[in-house]
């Protein structure tokens, strides 16, 4: 017979945890900061390490867990990075100042900079500049830049469309096409 469930699951885990240890951080801004490869944080400031260090690894945030870079997975009920993260975010809220390259999956998710991956939020996911990739909400998607992509909610919204809006109201500012669409809007 096979290995357990538990033995298999634990097993993965530490391998994407392995795999993170190795890779170096991409964000040149906050490379002067100290890193740590796991972080825990009841909330700011009662954690692990101090707020102005990378996580290159696994951040568990019980309540409420601030950090500068991370690179790995972040889990928690409200999430905040000071600076960019590359990997996953699991959480309530998910809140990223600069960039983000991966997949965040919330309640509300939102970046500050560019996004390149997936958001899956119930409430809303935002983009403050350019979004590569794909918002599905229940309610509501924005990039405010751009997308190039596909979003999809009841409401959608972005400075510039590159790919299919579907939902109720679905909003394009570019005034090289149409600017309102319901249902579904697309332009290539």
Known sequence: MGQPIRTKVIGFFLLILGC?????????????????????????????????????GLRIDVIYGVNADLQGIDIGLVNESKGSVHGYELGLDNRVAKDFGGGQFGLFNEVKRDFKGLQ???????????????QISVFFNESEEEIHGIQVGIVNHTGSLQGIQIGLLNFNDDTKYLGFFPFINAAF
């Open 20 to 56: 993170f240890s190795f890779c170096p951080m991409t964000s040149q801004a906050d490379q002067s900061n100290e890193f740590t490869s796991f972080q825990i944080s009841l909330f700011d400031p009662i954690q692990l390490r101090p707020n102005d260090y990378n996580i290159d």
């Open 120 to 134: 899956l939020g119930l409430l809303a996911n935002i983009t403050r500049r350019s979004c590569e990739g794909v």
